[in-house]
């Protein structure tokens, strides 16, 4: 399938599951499921003609294959089909019982390996590990890395915290690799800091009937030293908005790979039958007029060696680029 999804950047199926033939009133479970997913989809889709998919023809064909389903695997795959059809990130069916692939692998940069891991829940997704981590580089310069965008309670605090400690830099380093986005708001609460001028804005999210703008507020005590965000195929949604936008406004210098190119604002919900579903409400377009759905973020300086050990090509990088603005201003 070519479904790039948010949901599936985080979940995985816990082991190899027996397939186990279901009764009719499991199969009318999955059969009321594919109905809300598909008059989901025909009602909410920030398009109103589903990017030119024939809906009606979509249902008729797949339907049967719920209703002739034989395991939850087959209905559930008629599911996983019909969504393929948009091809669209943020449109998925997740098994009840999957876990956070974040717990099988770990991708989190150098500077923050040591850094406690939080299992944290967001609506109807299991529980998932977030980490952050804050520290002074030994070149005067703040460096702050985020897993992912959830539990704005505890990380904004700590975020604010560094921020404040990091009016003493000569710059500073936003992480955002592999982190697959969250709550979007986080994204204008982060990026206040680092403007000066007013009506400035991450982006616009575009839905059905409805614009709202990530617009940023400066504040009191702007940051205004030089900024590095370091972004890589596993960035996404939210790491997008935060990373283009300040991006496009001249804020910010990317660093790293191109972003995952998953940016659709969405929702989660639990189906009739157990399962998790994640649908997308709006459109984005960044300040510069892309969408970055399926395009992603390009970075300004592309670096594509991993970390190794203690190397991280990406910071080194982001590194020397502050260190040669601060030295521009001397």
Not at 48 to 59: C, E, F, H, T, Y
Not at 182 to 199: E, Q, S, Y
Not at 228 to 241: F, M, N, P, Q, R
Request: charged content about 25%; some cysteine; overall charge negative.
């Amino acid at each position: 399938m070519r479904i790039r999804m948010w949901l599936a950047a985080l979940l995985l199926l816990a082991g190899c599951r027996q397939a186990v033939e279901i009764d009719d009133a499991r199969r009318q479970e999955h059969l009321q499921s594919f109905d809300y997913v598909w008059e989901t989809v025909r009602d909410k889709h920030y398009d109103p003609k589903l990017g030119g998919v024939d809906w009606d023809a979509a249902r008729a064909e797949l339907r049967p294959l719920v209703e002739a389903a034989k395991t939850d695997d087959d209905a559930r795959a008629a599911m996983v089909q019909l969504l393929d059809r948009l091809k669209l990130s943020h449109y998925a069916i997740a098994p009840a019982g999957a876990k956070p692939r974040h717990e099988l692998g770990n991708a989190t940069p150098p500077l923050a390996q040591d850094a406690p891991a939080e299992m944290v829940q967001f609506a109807n997704l299991p529980e998932i590990s977030l980490r952050h981590h804050y520290q002074r580089l030994p070149e005067n310069i703040g460096y702050f890395y985020l897993s992912i965008f959830l539990e704005p309670g505890r990380v904004m605090p700590a975020y604010r915290k560094a921020i404040a400690d990091a009016r003493a830099c000569d710059g500073f380093v936003l992480d955002l690799r592999h982190n697959p986005g969250g709550i979007g708001g986080m994204a204008m609460g982060m990026g206040n800091v680092f403007v000066t001028k007013p009506d400035q804005k991450l982006g616009t999210m575009i839905q059905r009937d409805l614009e709202l703008k990530f617009v940023l507020t400066p504040q009191a005590e702007p940051h205004t030293t030089p900024l590095a965000i370091l972004i890589d195929s596993g960035s996404a949604s939210t790491a997008e908005i935060l990373a283009g936008g300040l991006q496009d406004i001249g804020r910010a210098r990317v660093f790293g790979t191109r972003s995952a190119g998953m940016a659709l604002p969405s929702v989660v919900e639990k189906l009739p039958n157990g399962d998790t579903f994640q649908y997308a409400i709006a459109n984005y377009i960044s300040t510069g007029g892309q969408t970055l759905e399926g395009r992603g973020v390009e970075p300004d300086e592309v670096v594509t060696a991993e970390p190794s050990g203690d190397n991280d090509p990406v910071l080194a990088a982001a590194v020397k680029w502050i260190k040669s603005q601060t030295e521009k201003k001397q």
